[in-house]
């Protein structure tokens, strides 16, 4: 993606509207911590089983085939968060994008991984995105943290707004395809 576009991308979502309450955590020199939950009205497992399955609630414009039934999920070690980019033209070949691997998969409890999202996979910056579930009266709390550090080439702080920004959206599709517990329309960090 294009320097000027991805600038244009971060300055676009920052102006976004999200919960006040998920936020960016900290920041540095060299990189940012945005933390955000929801409460959801299903138990672990079946919120488990949403989780990885990534076509069923993730927001089709933060997709390189604008289609998010092309994302997919393996929920191993060393498992790919990956997504179909259908070809085009008279003999279409497909192609692919990696928007992170699995480092940790602990099912109805954790998952790791490791990779840059979005115009972060095209700087040298990498990201670990840590999404835990507890188990809470009536369903379940998903809290998910994203800590990016390395070089990115963006102000840290207009990146680090945009991509909470994003991360906000995927996770409030999550629960929204879940449904929200007692009303739990925002996300909180």
């Known amino acids: 993606m294009p320097r000027f576009l991805i600038i244009a991308v971060a300055a676009g ?10 936020e960016v955590v900290s920041t540095s020199d060299s990189g940012f911590v945005t933390k955000a939950s929801a409460q959801v009205a299903a138990t672990p497992r079946e919120t488990w089983m949403a989780l990885i399955k990534p076509s069923d609630w993730w927001n089709d414009g933060h997709t390189w085939s604008a289609d998010a039934s092309n994302m997919t999920l393996v929920p191993s070690a060393g498992g790919c968060f990956c997504e179909k980019i259908p070809g085009e033209g008279a003999i279409p070949l497909d192609g692919s994008a990696q928007h992170a691997v699995v480092v940790q998969a602990v099912p109805d409890r954790a998952l790791r ?31 998910w943290e994203y800590n990016v550090g390395g070089p990115m080439g963006f102000p840290i702080d207009q990146i680090s707004n945009a991509v909470d920004g994003v991360m ?4 409030a599709g999550l629960r ?9 329309e925002d996300i909180s960090e």
Do not use: F, K, N
């Open 13 to 22: 979502l920052a102006g976004l509207a999200v919960p006040a309450s998920a």
């Open 113 to 143: 991984l490791r990779g840059g999202l979005g115009p972060l996979q095209a700087v040298p910056a990498t990201g670990v995105l840590t999404i835990t579930l507890e188990e809470i009266d009536g369903g379940t709390r998903i809290s």
């Open 168 to 171: 906000d959206q995927q996770l």
């Open 176 to 184: 929204d395809h879940l449904g929200a517990l007692g009303g739990d």
